[in-house]
């Protein structure tokens, strides 16, 4: 089975400022089509989950631009270029390469 | 835009069978581009993947809990369900149903139930 690391694991931040979290599979999840299966996923304080990026790096509908998604293979990244008030919660990722499908054990976005 | 809702027992005493329903509106559970899944949240813990069904029934579940969980659809009343039998208080969570989007450009999580918590004491 496939594990997910993720890091930091709590995460103060600055609104305004920067912020960058990390998450690193056991195995590539790179298929031979090309895609990387890797989706991000904010659960804000007494929500469920919503999608934030998809494929890697491709935003789903409705997700603001200042966020973003890069990284191939065994390590991906999430960014938010300047972080507001809403962003605060839980960020995981999760791979969708194989199942069963596992998630990260998740970054606390903390302001 | 679909919406999700599950519902059931907030309360199984151990050893028995924990049972929920996922209602879908919004949009129909037959379509071939969705799977339904179970996903669940130990309370202050992380997000586990409990399965999935297709429309025309077939499953997959997590290697951890195959033994005792089952996930059914009813395509008549736009209905998935779980069942989780001889459960323990480490299935206490709350429980997630959510729409897959499958496909070689997709392969997400895309819409989530507000997630409803299962408490199991006797």
């Known amino acids: 089975d496939i594990v997910m690391t993720q890091s930091p694991l709590s995460l103060p931040v600055t609104p305004g400022e920067p912020a960058s979290i990390s998450c690193r599979s056991s195995?590539?999840?790179?298929?031979?089509?090309?895609?990387?299966?890797l989706n991000w996923y904010l659960q804000r304080p007494g929500q469920s989950p919503q999608l934030l990026i998809y494929?890697?790096?491709i935003r789903a509908s409705g997700v603001p631009d200042r966020f973003s998604g890069s990284g191939s293979g065994i390590d991906f990244t999430l960014r938010i270029s300047r972080v507001e008030a809403e962003d605060i919660g839980v960020y995981y990722c999760?791979?969708?390469?194989?199942?069963?499908?596992?998630f990260g054990q998740g970054t606390t976005l903390e302001i | 835009q679909v919406q999700l809702q599950e519902s059931g027992p907030g309360l199984v005493r151990p050893s028995e069978t924990l049972s929920l329903t996922c209602t879908v509106s919004?949009?129909?559970?037959?379509?071939?581009?969705?799977?339904w899944a179970w996903i669940r949240q130990p309370p202050g813990k992380g997000l586990e993947w409990v399965g999935n069904v297709f429309y025309s029934g077939s499953t997959d579940y997590s290697p951890s809990l195959m033994s005792r969980v089952s996930i059914l659809v009813d395509t008549s009343k736009n209905q998935f369900s779980l069942r989780l039998n001889r459960v323990t208080a480490a299935d206490t969570a709350v429980y997630f149903c959510?729409?897959?989007?499958?496909?070689?450009?997709?392969?997400?999580?895309?819409?989530w139930g507000q997630g409803t918590l299962v408490t199991v004491s006797s």
């Open positions: 195995q590539t999840l790179l298929h031979s089509n090309g895609n990387d299966y």
């Open positions: 494929l890697g790096s």
């Open positions: 919004g949009g129909s559970i037959s379509s071939d581009i969705y799977y």
């Open positions: 959510a729409r897959w989007l499958r496909g070689y450009n997709r392969n997400c999580f895309d819409s």
């Open positions: 999760m791979q969708a390469l194989q199942i069963p499908y596992a």
